[in-house]
């Protein structure tokens, strides 16, 4: 059987994601103290509109979130607004926010392959989203890892929305 180690080291590091109470706050200290710059005005996010789940179940949660590209990989920020989801337990656990998890990505022909690997190795789904750009799996990692795990499948649009973000930065 394989493990963690094994299915994730085939994969690209696509992004780095924080949970943050203010994520204004956020992006203005990445911004002046990390010259981490890029980030667009942050949107308002609902889950039910991407039908993204919450331990199986659409989730009724909103929140706000901003990404940008830096050397080679992703920032996203997402700041919970309301609603239950893994972005609202971590901040209930961790108020100061912090990292919560980590995006590794591949075609989207490999999606099921590598969701299954994590699978059949015991790691429990936290969330799921098919959107246009990508399918998306976030898996419970934080005993392995410390943070949640997210396997992102890239659908031909997505590569041509990952090369445009890019290049914008």
């Known amino acids: 059987m394989s493990s963690i180690n094994n299915t994730i080291a085939k994969l690209e590091l696509a992004q780095i994601g924080w949970v943050v109470p203010d994520i ?20 308002h ?24 590209y830096n050397g080679g990989t992703f920032i996203e920020l997402v700041q919970p607004l309301s609603g239950q989801s ?10 100061a926010g912090g990292t919560q998890h980590m995006a590794f990505r591949m075609p989207v022909s490999d999606f099921e392959r590598v969701t299954g690997e994590l699978r059949e190795q015991g790691y429990e789904v936290l969330s799921e989203v098919d959107h246009p750009i990508a399918r998306m799996a976030f898996f419970d990692t934080y005993q392995t890892l410390g943070v949640a795990t997210e396997i992102m499948g890239i659908t031909p649009e997505g590569w041509t929305a990952i090369k445009q973000m890019e290049k914008a930065r």
Do not use: N
């Not at 996010?45 to 990404?67: I, P, S």
């Open 45 to 68: 996010v609902r889950a039910q509109d991407l039908d993204m789940t919450y331990y199986g179940k659409v989730a009724a949660a909103e929140w706000l979130t901003t990404q940008t």
């Open 24 to 43: 204004h706050a956020a992006v203005k200290f990445l911004e002046s103290a990390l010259g981490i710059a890029g980030f667009p005005k942050p949107e």
């Open 86 to 95: 893994m972005f609202h337990d971590y901040l209930a656990k961790y108020p």
